[in-house]
């Protein structure tokens, strides 16, 4: 099973680079890559609603339970709205490579310390050399994009 997850996590890897290319392609068809978000989150909103609509059951009782949420919970909307604007600016100056290793890389250091302390609810795993090795192996990799 945990092969299963492993590479459900690649496919969901893979799909990024694909989603911001479609991404900057749309922005260019509207003008504007903040335009190009708000239709990518349009249509995410869509097959979600009807996904739930179809799916989910007790769908009103879960609704109900989101009023005690803190206000950070809901912060990764509009980290993702960052995410995906920047990914459509960056892409076109960048290039794909050298915009996912930066992203990645980034990605990378953030999680070093998400897990070390165990902060928002990850279960703690401390730093240790072969993981910070393998972040600077991934900083190598960005280093030998860009200049290549």
């Not at 969901?12 to 989603?19: I, K």
């Not at 739930?52 to 950070?72: D, F, H, M, Q």
């Not at 930066?102 to 730093?127: E, F, I, S």
């Not at 050399?129 to 990799?141: H, P, Q, S």
Request: proline share 5%.
């Amino acid at each position: 099973m945990k092969i299963l997850f492993l590479l459900l996590a690649a496919l969901a890897g893979t799909l990024l680079p694909v989603q911001a290319s479609l991404n900057v392609k749309m922005a260019k068809f509207a003008g504007s890559p903040v335009l190009a978000t708000l239709l990518s989150f349009f249509t995410g909103t869509i097959a979600l609603v009807l996904y739930l609509l179809l799916r989910e059951p007790n769908l009103n009782t879960k609704l109900s339970g989101l009023r005690t949420a803190p206000v950070y919970l809901w912060l990764p909307g509009l980290l993702g709205v960052f995410y995906i604007i920047t990914s459509i600016t960056l892409l076109p100056r960048l290039g794909v490579a050298l915009t996912f290793s930066l992203l990645v890389a980034g990605q990378m250091l953030v999680t070093l310390v998400l897990d070390h302390y165990g902060l928002l609810g990850v279960a703690a795993k401390p730093v240790n050399v072969a993981r910070v090795a393998g972040v600077l192996l991934v900083i190598a990799g960005v280093i030998l994009i860009r200049k290549f």
